[in-house]
């Protein structure tokens, strides 16, 4: 009866032990989620301003100022444009 | 146990030994009421205690949705930016920080005091949305008592090319004009909240749960297409500015789809910057601003003619040398004609002839034509502000009125209206809805005319644009065009103006096969010059369409060969 109880006393204070390093290894993998959820949520800002600054690059005011007047381009002449009709059913 | 083996020993009293008992037993007896009153009285209180102390609400900011074109293009982007905020009792700076301050925030150092010395208030704001870097620098300084808060600020990289279609937010990220008040609900997120758990080091180590969920707004795809917007933008502008006119406007519709492509007004403003606002360049001309729209409206009043079977394309007419006189007014034609076929009639804008065609018509089809074309009502695109026009009920049609109305004087109408009213013309008979989202393919309409007098229509408003009609101008090179120009005398006091007209040209193109129509608007043009329809507005049509064919790879469907435009007058002039 003894040697059970202690058994049991031991298996219980394995446990215990199990328990707090599982709690926190998963109070670190946490907050390595939460640290990498801020850096997702940084790199959408990011990302936005970076859409901005392309939206204003790609002004197409200025895209059409530069084409003419840096790099001298002009709209082609209608009649050496050809249009070519995609045939029906063909994949895009 | 018993004190008889040490017979030596002086036997206390009894008490003694039972007065420590009752002591101890008093004092494990206080521990238990005590434990008792912590773990079953006060529990929640304690717990409470003990969670603040490693517990954190954290809100959870949401971020506004982003406004893009058809194609992905943003037109609206948010981004953080730094509020900065003091207590000022709290503020202890020097005055070479708050020199410093001062500079760095761009404001007064006599303001920066005024506001330092509201000591009575716990919050009050210096600058709001500076730039991040700016924020950072504020911070570096140091200074006890300065706070920063995280904001979100509107961008609008398209500026005054978008500005009335997207319109604005305000300081605290709501819409307050355009899309951005219209998709309010859809575009705005709602912050949210959560429980967590932080260590010794500020970490967040455990998520306990969410008090309130939030959610981040949704992007929103719109059917514009920014380089057709551009374009009419920059068209328009040019135009406004050559015809020294008030204002302009130009609508440009998908004619499968009924996706708005372009919706542009002159005077804009610059979104992003909106420090001096005036009404003018606020409203949305094309949406909320009705006008009689003039000649543009005789198509309407030939096609029910047509479709009541009253006249065919080539019934002939008699309109008097462009003089005609009803109920003591009379009605003037710019030129004089004698007879007119009916597809004449629009070729050369007849008021007489639009006004004798329609005194043949019972004025409550009249009013039925006008309304299911949805004249006197708003189009319905969920845009704030939305004219529905000035249509008056039959009932009250006096004769003269009946035949203002057949060349578009005595009604009112927004541009956006004309636009889709013309879509009858150019859609076999069928009304379609407009939509301002991106749609997903063609849509069924209302079928207000038969698709025999919708393409008999369709022929007349061909001829308009040939040479000998009212706008040659409106012509490009390699598509066929069809459209008409209107001219009308602006309303003032209750009469017209002799001096201040509304030019305007409705068209759509290729003819054999309608896929864009576009509508243009010029308020007041200077009168000196020209004022006329088919030469202010109808080439801004012309530029503009070309450009939206020639993007959308639309195949040509007239020759390619240089149009051959009229000397300057040459053209038949519209009446109204």
Known sequence: MAKLNLLLLLVLVVCALGLVTSQHRARKLFSELEHEEGRARQLDVEYGQLQLEASTWGLHSRVEKIARDTLKMHVPDPRRVVVVTRPAGAAR | ?576
Do not use: C
């Open chain 2, 1 to 576: 146990m018993s004190f008889a083996a040490a017979p030596a020993v002086v036997r206390l009293p009894v008490w003694r030994a039972r007065f420590v008992l009752v002591i101890f037993l008093a004092g494990f007896a206080v521990l238990v009421a005590r434990s008792v009153y912590l773990q079953a009285m006060k529990t929640q209180f304690l717990q409470e205690k003990g969670e603040a102390r490693f517990s954190r609400v954290l809100e959870v900011p949401a971020t506004r949705g982003r406004v893009l074109d058809r194609n992905g293009e943003a037109l609206a982007v948010s981004t953080p930016v730094k509020s900065i905020w003091v207590i000022p009792a709290d503020v202890e700076a020097g005055g070479e920080a708050k020199k410093k301050l001062s500079r760095l925030l761009g404001i007064d150092t006599r303001e920066l005091a005024k506001k330092l010395a509201e000591t009575d208030r716990d919050f009050v704001y210096l600058k709001r949305q500076v730039s991040p870097d700016t924020a950072d620098k504020v911070d570096a300084l140091g200074i006890p008592g300065v706070y920063e808060q995280r904001e979100y600020r509107r961008y609008y990289p398209a500026g005054e090319v978008t500005a009335h279609l997207i319109g604005f937010t305000g300081v605290d990220d709501t819409g307050q004009e355009g899309i951005e008040l219209a998709y309010q609900s859809t575009l705005g997120g709602t912050p949210g909240s959560r429980r967590v758990i932080k260590d010794r080091l500020g970490r967040i180590v455990e998520d306990v749960g969410s008090i309130r969920a939030g959610q981040d707004g949704k992007d929103l795809t719109l059917s514009i297409d920014s380089k057709i917007q551009s374009l009419a933008y920059s068209a328009l502008k040019d135009a406004v500015a050559a015809d020294r006119a008030k204002a302009g406007a130009i609508v440009a519709l998908d004619v499968r789809t009924g996706e708005v492509l372009a919706l542009a007004n002159v005077p804009s403003y610059n979104p992003n910057n909106r420090s001096r606002l005036t009404g003018a360049q606020l409203r949305n001309r094309a949406l909320t601003d009705s006008f009689e729209p003039g000649s543009t409206l005789k198509p309407f009043t030939i096609a029910l003619a047509l479709e009541l079977g009253r006249v065919t394309p080539s019934t002939r007419l008699q309109t008097d040398g462009g003089r005609y006189s009803l109920g003591g007014y009379t009605i003037h034609d710019a030129h004089k004609d004698g007879v007119l076929t009916v597809a004449q009639v629009i070729q050369v804008s007849s008021n007489v002839g639009a006004a004798k065609i329609a005194l043949e018509l019972p004025r409550q089809r009249m009013w039925e034509m006008f309304n299911r074309a949805g004249f006197g009502t708003p189009p319905q695109l969920g845009f704030p502000g939305e004219s529905g026009g000035k249509l008056r009920p039959w009932k009250s049609w006096r004769p003269i009125e009946q035949a203002t109305m057949a060349y578009g004087h005595g009604i009112a109408v927004s541009l956006m209206q004309l636009a889709h009213a013309y879509t009858i013309f150019a859609r076999d008979g069928e009304l379609v809805p407009l939509t301002l989202l991106r749609a997903s393919g063609p849509v069924q309409g209302e079928q207000v005319i038969s698709a025999h007098t919708a393409r008999e229509v369709r022929k007349m408003l061909e001829l308009a644009v040939e040479p000998g009609g009212t706008g040659p101008r409106a012509r490009i090179m390699g598509w066929t065009v069809a459209g008409k120009t209107g001219t009308a005398h602006k309303q003032q006091d209750g009469g017209y103006a002799p001096d201040k007209y509304i030019s305007s040209f409705v068209g759509f193109a290729p003819a054999s096969a309608p896929r864009i129509l576009i509508a243009v608007m010029i308020d007041e043009p200077d009168a000196r010059r020209d004022y006329y329809g088919g030469l202010v507005a109808a080439p801004v049509f012309a530029q503009v369409m070309q450009g939206t064919l020639r993007m959308l790879n639309v195949p040509n469907d007239a020759p390619l060969e240089p149009l051959e435009m009229p000397g300057k007058g040459d053209e038949a002039k519209e009446g109204t």
